[in-house]
């Protein structure tokens, strides 16, 4: 097909959600199709990947996001709640929800109403194409309508939490970020997925007015590595206090640290950054990146926005990380104990090479320079236009004629 498509976002996740990767993606995905012409909306709800129960509209309120509250129609006379509005372009429905925290939220009423609406979505938006990720059974049960009203349905894989393959049954095909991802996919389930990385909108990643001078830790988690992050904070302050650190909170808050055993509580050079809706907001003040993620990530989108920001990434081995940074950034082995729900610390010779490289940078201009300049380059990989193009092609290929 050609011309203007019609792309409807649906799923029980907010799409708004600042602290996940994956409604992050969407929603640079949509905003920048609708920059291109295309009309875009999306129906989903007030659930967010924060640690914390969050209320929708503190969340929406950081963000800067204006939704109005409104009553949507349900059909039979019933209505829901909402917050209704037009954010960059994409016209964005959400139905708030008791709890903001994924185990708990949406209860069944939620989900229900949820679905009612989303479904009314499909019938009167009547989309090309759906695009959702999740696997609540309100989604899936979507995912099912849509199919028999001969809407195709594009399932964005953000993630390895998808082990069923009865998952994908009512999916016309799958979007996988990484070709890491796209193996995983066909040896696990059977789902041979497109390759398409995760879009990045350069004005809400790229600093335009940088001033390095941090050592970059971002969402301090067990998952994220944050006691591989604590023991090289701490053999830093041991060896360079004069390198400072920046934790940023992202899904988990720097009280993480309080929690691994080590004490850092004398570490002068170690400071900290609220979560923040506009990545700038830290890329600005960092000079280089640590990674190390000890759950397999799919793409890294913290390593991309590194990436772009011309910055080096010091990353682990795990997942998709090595093929992110290519060319540039530096991969490291972790501790085969060091597991994403453990509470394992590496022993400082097992962190020593991330030191010592963090120590070069510091030391010698033209080696820094070296890598900034690879990482610029690798980042071209993700250029807003091609990217876009091949997602078209993707949404126009899955909608047929």
């Excluded at 849509?146 to 894989?157: C, E, S, T």
């Excluded at 990385?197 to 335009?208: H, Q």
């Excluded at 007015?209 to 944050?226: H, I, L, M, R, W």
């Excluded at 506009?278 to 590194?306: H, K, N, Y």
Aim: proline share 8%; net charge neutral; glycine share 8%.
């Amino acid at each position: 097909m050609t011309g203007r498509l019609r792309v409807l976002f649906a799923s029980t996740h907010g799409v708004l959600d600042p602290s996940s990767g994956a409604a992050l993606c969407t929603r640079d995905l949509l905003e920048l199709l609708a920059a291109r012409g295309h009309d875009c909306r999306a129906v989903s709800t007030g659930v967010l990947d924060f640690e914390a129960d969050t209320p929708l509209d503190a969340a929406l309120a950081e963000l800067g996001v204006a939704l109005r509250p409104a009553r949507a129609e349900l059909g039979g006379g019933d209505s829901v709640e909402v917050r209704d509005g037009v954010v960059h372009g994409v016209r964005v429905t959400l139905v708030p929800t008791r709890s903001s925290r994924a185990e708990r939220a949406p209860d069944p009423d939620e989900a229900a109403a949820w679905l009612a609406l989303a479904e009314r979505a499909i019938d009167r938006f009547r989309p090309h194409a759906l695009l959702t990720y999740g696997g609540h059974p309100a989604g899936l049960e979507l995912m099912r309508r849509a199919r028999l009203r001969g809407v195709r349905v594009l399932f964005h894989l953000h993630n390895f939490a998808y082990d069923d393959p009865r998952v994908f049954t009512d999916a016309s095909a799958a979007i996988v970020p990484s070709e890491y991802a796209r193996r995983f996919y066909r040896e696990r389930v059977g789902v041979d997925g497109i390759v398409l990385p995760d879009p990045l909108r350069p004005e809400r990643v790229v600093a335009a007015d940088p001033e390095p001078a941090y050592v970059t830790f971002v969402n301090p988690q067990p998952a994220k590595g944050v006691t591989v992050f604590a023991r090289i904070a701490l053999e830093l302050g041991r060896r360079r206090p004069d390198i400072p650190l920046l934790v940023v909170e992202g899904r988990g808050g720097s009280d993480w640290l309080a929690r691994v055993p080590l004490d850092l509580s004398g570490l002068a050079n170690l400071h900290r950054m609220a979560n923040t809706p506009e990545p700038r907001d830290f890329w600005r003040v960092t000079r280089a990146v640590l990674m190390p993620s000890l759950w397999r990530e799919s793409l890294g989108r913290v390593a991309m926005e590194g990436l772009a920001n011309g910055l080096p990434v010091l990353a682990g081995e795990r997942g998709a990380l090595p093929g992110t940074l290519g060319d540039a950034g530096f991969v490291f082995a972790l501790p085969e104990r060091c597991e994403p729900g453990s509470a394992e610390v590496p022993t400082a010779r097992e962190v020593a090479p991330w030191v010592r490289t963090i120590e070069r940078l510091w030391d010698d201009a033209a080696f820094e320079a070296e890598h900034r300049a690879r990482a610029r380059a690798e980042a071209g990989r993700w250029a807003v236009d091609p990217l876009l193009d091949r997602y078209e092609a993707a949404l126009r290929g899955v909608a047929g004629p």
